[in-house]
């Protein structure tokens, strides 16, 4: 027997049956509200078709984000940890570094790294 399956197990089912459900609601209420026949089906295969497409692209993404942490997971570390620390030509590198020269620290009428005078 399987464990009955909590809501926030499957964030994307759950927003795929509430389109779902919205798909047969819709037609309904525009029945009621007399739009026609022709209107209505349009309205509900539009619907459908919206509802499939953004399963598909829900899907998608999961499988993407599972195969990103089994990635992760395999070099390991665990997704969403600390990131290595060169980053690349232009990121920030580890905690000290030292971003700039000395020139970026120049101020107008003052020599740079000139100790103070001594009295």
């Known amino acids: 027997m399987r464990p009955a399956r909590r809501s926030h197990d499957d964030p994307a089912g759950d927003v795929v049956r509430w389109a779902a459900f919205s798909c047969l609601l819709v037609p ?38 599972r195969a990103t942490a089994a ?23 580890g905690a000290g570094s030292h971003r700039g020269c ?3 620290e120049w101020i107008p009428g003052v020599a740079p790294s000139t100790p103070p005078p001594q009295d």
Request: hydrophobic letters at 40%.
């Open 28 to 65: 309904v209420v525009l029945v009621v509200y007399g739009t026609s026949f022709g209107g209505t089906v349009g309205a509900t295969l539009g619907l459908a078709a919206v509802t499939a497409a953004c399963r598909v692209l829900l899907r998608h993404s999961e499988k993407m984000e």
């Open 102 to 104: 000395a020139a970026s």
């Open 71 to 93: 990635r992760a997971f395999a070099r390991g570390r665990q997704p969403g940890g600390a990131a290595p620390t060169h980053r690349g030509r232009h990121s920030r590198g």
